[in-house]
């Protein structure tokens, strides 16, 4: 199994990014998915997940301004990340619990500048 987060990057206040969790080795269509993040200094927390069907949650410090996705024919999730702030800074990740397994991708830097 792998996941490979990828997208991340300096960005202002404000701005947009789009994070890419590519996936091999899960059946992609089944699986649910989640994304955290990790601030510097901080433990790693729960930004949103979506369903194998492609309903999605999120915490609400990103609702309105993040939205998962999944495109099943390319076996891949992504976070689309709007009106970016500066404590949206952190090393995102993507999971997925795949066969009695946590399985984690390593995870790309978003910076978003003041």
């Known amino acids: 199994v792998q996941l490979q987060a990828s997208g991340g990057g300096l960005v202002q206040t404000g701005g947009s990014l789009r994070l890419s969790c590519k996936t091999s080795?899960?059946?992609?269509?089944?699986?649910?998915m989640t994304w955290y993040r990790q601030a510097p200094g901080k433990e790693r927390d729960l930004v949103g997940n979506?369903?194998?069907?492609?309903?999605?949650d999120y915490v609400d410090s990103v609702k309105g301004r993040f939205t998962i996705s999944r495109d099943y024919s390319r076996n891949t999730m992504y976070l689309q990340m709007d009106n970016l702030k500066p404590e949206d800074t952190a090393v995102y990740y993507c999971n997925t619990f795949w066969r009695g397994t946590d399985w984690w991708g390593r995870g790309t830097l978003v910076t978003v500048s003041s």
């Open positions: 979506v369903s194998a069907g492609g309903s999605a």
């Open positions: 080795g899960i059946n992609f269509r089944i699986a649910r």
